[in-house]
């Protein structure tokens, strides 16, 4: 898995390879997916939005890796999450393969609000998602703010309102180990990109995750879920 993934990754952004693992998980309407950005096109086929949060999440996760230790504690999160939305949609992919089956199960069983449930996993790795839109769209629209300033804006509007004090306090200490914008953009980038390519791939990535997002803030406003914070 690991050698397919590096021969995956030659000469494409992480953002690129996010985008073409997300249609591998989603199929779509062939030549017609590559449409401008501005039309969005409802597609016929059904879709498990199960596996696009787990794609668009193990994607997060490989990025995070290749910055290295300065946001573990997200990634492990991240990860966590992963595993326990994974380890069920396994057991039955057809009878899980929506995020709407898993919470209303769960809600049924009263166990959605349980620290270990699949309901919390899907919530915060929403949250983790949109924290990393917020700053990819921040970097780029404000080319003179540093990637500590961004990833400390970007948490404060994404992450924070939800934490407690022991999640906000590790925060506080991986922001000293950001790293320098520029390296943080040569890494996004790959090694055949410029940065008009890099712009265009994050644009694209966000149109291409906001229909998740909006499905899981419809379901956790559904079931009053919305304002679930860390344990």
Not at 5 to 14: F, I, L, P
Not at 47 to 66: A, G, N, R
Not at 165 to 184: D, G, T
Not at 188 to 214: H, I, R, T, W
């Amino acid at each position: 898995m690991e050698r397919k993934r590096k021969e995956m990754e030659k000469g494409k952004s992480e953002l690129r390879l996010a985008m073409e693992e997300l249609r591998m998980c989603s199929p779509g309407d062939g030549e017609e997916e590559q449409v401008q950005v501005q039309q969005v096109k409802v597609q016929e086929q059904p879709k498990s939005s199960t596996m696009d949060l787990l794609s668009v999440s193990k994607q997060l996760i490989h990025v995070l890796d290749e910055i290295g230790p300065t946001l573990l504690v997200l990634r492990q999160d991240i990860q966590e999450n992963v595993q326990r939305l994974q380890d069920l949609h396994e057991r039955d992919s057809s009878k899980y393969a929506s995020l709407m089956a898993i919470v209303t199960e769960e809600m049924e069983q009263g166990t959605a609000k349980k620290t270990k449930s699949c309901t919390r996993a899907i919530i915060w790795l929403s949250r983790s998602i949109n924290f990393s839109k917020y700053l990819l769209e921040r970097l780029l629209k404000t080319p003179e703010s540093s990637l500590e300033e961004i990833v400390e804006e970007a948490y404060g509007n994404t992450l924070k309102p939800w934490h407690g004090w022991i999640s906000s306090a590790a925060y506080k200490v991986a922001l000293k180990l950001i790293p320098e914008r520029e390296f943080f953009i040569a890494l996004l980038m790959g090694n055949c990109q410029d940065f008009e390519d890099l712009a265009e791939d994050a644009k694209m990535l966000s149109y291409a995750v906001q229909p998740l997002l909006e499905e899981i803030d419809a379901i956790s406003a559904k079931h009053n879920l919305d304002k679930m914070k860390s344990s």
